[in-house]
């Protein structure tokens, strides 16, 4: 009998596991995104995330190849270096400072969850270990719903994972190197289990950033730093509570040998509660708090195996942290990372995934004599849980940009109306047709005219430079505010609605753009200075060469307007036909790129723009302008 039976040690036990997932769900999930939102550093935020993912992995490969000191070692230098981790967070909140504070943070965390999984049973024996992960993981769901600790500013949750980190390095107790277990199954496979767990924390890794993206039911308002997806703060202590209760439940049956067909409800009430959540419900309801409970159910079910699992001998003889490295490296950082991506680019969970990952999840669970039973009523069900909601999570990211653009009332500054007017014509293109306007929910034709008009706007501006507009990184003397407050999943949603604006004119916007030639005569040199300093300098620099400040932020870099042969020019070089193309490309942009245009130029600014790039144009290689497609 392994040891662990003792109260202190089982005791010691569930408080590692308490401070190890408090941690996790504190400072590594919300505080350190919250302290990149008060940075006014949220476009940061995947690259920070992305460190803390490294810094993951490492620590569990860490604790699969560690030798030296033995478990206790190993989960005393996890603690260090978690709690150094929030600290850096805390002393050093900004960008540089998060980013190492992240790479730190996820190596103790890499560190502190595998290594203790792989020696559970030293605290809790062989017949208890799954009782006292669940007691762990439902006490630290329970005390980070508590309303005081869930709405904790960055910095607050940063001294918490400090405190909880210190919590952990007073527990560990000296131990063997981890524990074999007794009995171990010899044969079974880990890939199963492996795809089980991936599966689940895929799926609730999209949903949950969903939620946190979604507008909170009707009947509630919003929560502020941190939102509560479920509603008003009544439902914190019935989501602790369903969390507490379902995560001792999972860890008593597991010792008794359940298994798979746990992880697979679990997976199917994540779809109940994903599909009740999504589609809304009637004002003064109670379902809201049925939700929060079914969906803090199956992640609490999950999430106590996924700690009982390594050390219980299931996958045969392989070593525990081995087993806990491999998993929580796959299906934890790399599901996490898999799932918020999934949410982050489709704005939603296409019902074709789900319904993929659960025919996949009843694959692993029972095996395929049992697929065909069960893959019409799933089917059914999993392809219906997320496609159809009123908000992120059903409708398509254009839609609900559309829903943020009114609420914010961008209507109140800018127009969606080109007047039939030339210079309306010219700088905004042709207004779609009548019916097409009115048959908008709600028309927004804008009342003011502070910005300019967005009804092309998509075929003016690219969706990057769309973005960094949003969030504040502004040309000089632009009077529009920043909107990077609005959150990750808002602002993108904005842009996909705004890079949609104007797509059924394209082909009628393009023939004009490219019938148009200016007249006059250029502006003088001084004006060419001035004007390519104030409207072409933030992206290809001072001197042309590409080096300008927000070069790096583009997904192509600006071009070397100096030494670069062109890519969208066909005209002889020094002819008039390649100023006429350049002035046209200063004055409209290049669709399809993040090349702006600048509508407001006179003929005579853009030929002054002209002249001055092609004056100073000597490209290294023998200029043929061939059109080169990028």
Known sequence: ?????????????????????????????????????????????????????????????????????????????????????????????????????????????????????????????????????GLGVGLAYAFCNIGPVFHLSGSGQALLGVLLAGLGLAAVRA???????????????????????????????????????????????????????????????????AHLFAAMLAGWLWDRGAGRSLLAGAFFALCLASLSRSTGHAAGSLTPYADAALYAGAVSVYSTLLVAFPSSGRVGSARPAVVAAVLYAVAGWIGSALGIGLAQEWGRVPGLFVLILGLAVVWAAWGRRRVAAVALVSGTSLAASLPASRSLAGLAAEEEGR?????????????????????????????????????????LPGNRRQGPDLSLVGLRRGPQWIRLHLTGRLPSGSRMPPYGALGVGKVNSLVSYLSSLGREQAAERAAYVSAWTPHGEPGAPADADRLFSENCALCHGPAGRGDGPWAHELPRPPRDLLA?????????????????????????????????????????????????????????????????TP
């Open 564 to 628: 670069e042969p062109w890519l969208f020019i066909r005209e002889p070089a020094g002819s008039p036909a390649e100023t006429a193309a350049l002035a046209r490309i200063a004055k409209f942009g290049i669709v399809g790129t993040e090349m702006p245009g600048h509508e407001w130029l006179t003929d005579s600014d853009s030929l002054a723009l002209a002249g001055w790039i092609s004056s100073r144009h000597h490209p290294l290689s023998p200029q043929t302008h061939t059109h080169t």
């Open 175 to 241: 131990g063997p190197c981890e524990t074999v277990p007794v009995s171990p199954a010899a044969g079974r496979s880990l890939l199963p289990w492996l795809a089980l767990f991936l599966g689940l924390i895929w799926f609730d890794s999209a949903v949950f950033y969903l939620f946190n993206h979604l507008p909170a039911p009707a009947e509630f308002p919003d929560l502020a730093p941190r939102s509560n997806p479920w509603g008003a703060d009544g439902s914190l202590p019935v989501t602790a509570t």
């Open 403 to 443: 829903e943020v653009y009114r609420n914010e009332g961008c209507h109140h500054c800018h127009s969606q109306y080109v007047r039939p007017v030339v210079a309306d014509l010219e700088r905004w293109g042709s207004p779609p047709p009548l019916e097409t306007w009115l048959a908008q929910t709600p028309p």
């Open 1 to 133: 009998m392994s040891r662990g039976n003792d109260r202190g040690g089982f005791a010691r036990g569930v408080i590692l596991v308490m401070a190890a997932q408090s941690y996790f769900l504190l400072h590594a999930e919300f505080g350190l995104v919250d302290l990149l939102r008060r940075a006014g550093a949220e476009d940061r935020l995947r690259v920070v995330m992305g460190l803390l993912a490294a810094g993951g992995l490492l620590g569990c490969l860490w604790a699969a190849r560690g030798r030296v000191g033995g478990a206790a070692f190993r989960l005393r230098a996890a603690c260090v270096l978690a709690g150094a981790g929030s600290l850096l967070a805390w002393s050093f909140p900004t960008v540089a400072g998060l980013a190492a504070a992240a790479t730190v943070s996820g190596l103790g965390l890499g560190l502190w969850t595998a290594a203790l999984a792989g020696s559970l049973t030293n605290y809790f024996g062989d017949a208890r270990s799954g009782l006292g992960a």
